[in-house]
């Protein structure tokens, strides 16, 4: 099972992501755990830490020494 490594709130306390050891990042709504995102990509390294925009519309995610930048309205999975 997948270990949450990192917790960020959106500024506006709307939104929370968690980054896992399996190297995936799910984004929900804090009111009431509605999964707004997922990122999954193959074979990434844990998640050491995420930040979500102030106005929770994008992300960044840091693992290993990449950090990658993603637009969530373009992640936008059914992740349920």
Do not use: M, W
């Amino acid at each position: 099972p997948a270990l949450v490594s990192c917790l960020s709130f959106s500024g506006d306390g709307a939104a929370v992501a968690a980054g896992c050891s399996t190297g995936e990042v799910f984004v929900r709504r804090a009111s009431d755990g509605k999964a707004v995102a997922a990122i999954r990509e193959a074979d990434r390294p844990a998640v050491a830490a995420v930040a979500l925009s102030p106005d929770a519309s994008r992300l960044a995610v840091c693992a290993a020494s990449h950090l990658r930048l993603y637009r969530l309205a373009d992640e936008v999975e059914e992740a349920a």
